[in-house]
């Protein structure tokens, strides 16, 4: 079988319909772990994957200028993906009828895993490989997969997040190659928040709330967000979900 | 035109900063704090990053590239568009099932907003605000007496929105601030694009280049089909996550100004 261009860690295809692929998955969940190899285990052996790993003690910085800014995309299309695997490998949308639903969710999962998989092939090219951020670990033990509410709440949280970065990251883009990539994937980010927003209260305003959105000049609450890195780092960091320890000290700030 | 003569003068550094001239014009918008309505619009220019976005190849589609001002006025026709549309429809008594009213109530609003501020923005240089006929002119559209109708157009101009927007960062790269608010109005028509594609039925997101809008639009649609991100070929990659449909429905794709105008030009009267 030809190998594909672009090595997807497997714990992903966990989701596939394989049952038995399932069950290794289940058997991983819940376990503490210890490093970010720990992801690695059952994938194809791949000798060409150099160790990107910092060293014990070592903690990695995101870098600088467009490298830095396409690591912290990295990073955040990482968490989405690693949030919509469990979602998918949860009792909430395995229980769901075939239907719109679940449909969204399973699309939200796909899309997130292909923006994951094309920023670190961007990256790859880009830099070396010691500059490219790690497979990081993650802990959604804070939220329920099993509960309707919960996964749709913090959807949402991440999606509408993923827009205000973007959004924030763009005038910080000095390539337009970059730059447009960006703003290919911030639109689909924003459709997903609407998405899941109508899901939660559907009808109602909150595909494009008053809460999540701003004001500009005081023409009216109209705008999406755009939030500097550090405040979304922030944030995020807030959340608990992410495990492994990276440091962003060295981003562009104009 | 000789488009690589074009791409070589982008990356000749004197011409790059020739291009200051185009940023000479936009010290009108020093004063648009003297707009009272808005009067807080921050067009920090002085303390814009003089930094100049590196030129590159994939500035083919932009090798025309047309100055902030013609932009933003660009974007205020849609805008203008848009919000005469909704209000329009709004108006129209029996038209919008109660159900759907406060989504159209938003989605005007916004539209509103977006209006205003690009009109504050633009001052002196904002242009008229054009006619319109949503009936699509020619076209006979019964936009306003089928609900069906209003809602294939309104899919039609929020997306429209979202891909004119995308298409115009490299222009307004050099300019922090113009390139943020256009980044926070363009997710806005996205959000917008997705609950009325998804109250017509359809997904929130576009699949290839399909559509179910009047074959007069395919232009709207044309190139989301596109599979090729960054130079790399993504179709035939991620099989066991969506396949193709899911690589075109993760990007969504520009459009240049003169197809965004052609769109539109359906829908105004020219005196």
Known sequence: MKKPLIKVQTSENLH??????????????????????????????DDDDPMTNPPA?????????????????????????????????????????????KTILEDLYNHEVIHREFFKTALGAATSADKV?????????GVDFTSRNSVLATAKVLEDTGVAAYNGAGKLISNTDYLLIAGKIVSVEARHASAIADLINPGSTDFAGDSVLVDLGGSGVA??????????????????????????NNLPTS | MNLLKILDNLSNEELLNSKSSRRGSLDQFKNVGKNIALASIPFGLAATSSKAKAATSSMASAAFQASPTDVLNFALTLEYLERNFYRMGLDTTGLIPDADKDVFAQISKHEDAHVAFLVAALGDNAIAEPTFDFTGKGLMLDTFENYQTFLALSQGFEDTGVRAYKGQAGALANDNDLLTYALQIHSIEARHASQVRRMRGEKGWITRNNNTLPDAFSAIYGGEQNTVQGGVELAGLFGDFGGVDAVTEAFDEPLTMETVNAIATNFIVTE
């Open chain 1, 16 to 45: 596939s319909n394989k049952s038995n692929s399932r069950r290794h998955f289940l058997k991983m969940g819940g376990l503490a772990v210890a490093g970010s190899s720990l992801l690695l285990v059952g994938c194809s052996n």
């Open chain 1, 57 to 101: 003690g070592d903690v990695f910085d995101l870098g600088s200028g467009d490298v830095g800014i396409l690591n912290y995309a990295y990073a955040l299309e990482q968490l989405e993906a690693a949030f919509y695997t469990n979602v998918l490998n949860g009792s909430y949308w395995m229980g769901l009828s075939a239907g719109k639903e």
């Open chain 1, 133 to 141: 951020l790690p497979g990081l670990e993650f802990d959604f033990t």
């Open chain 1, 223 to 248: 705008y999406d967000k755009a939030t500097a890195p550090s405040d979304i780092i922030t944030a995020v960091g807030a959340t608990g979900f992410i495990k492994t320890k990276f440091t962003a």
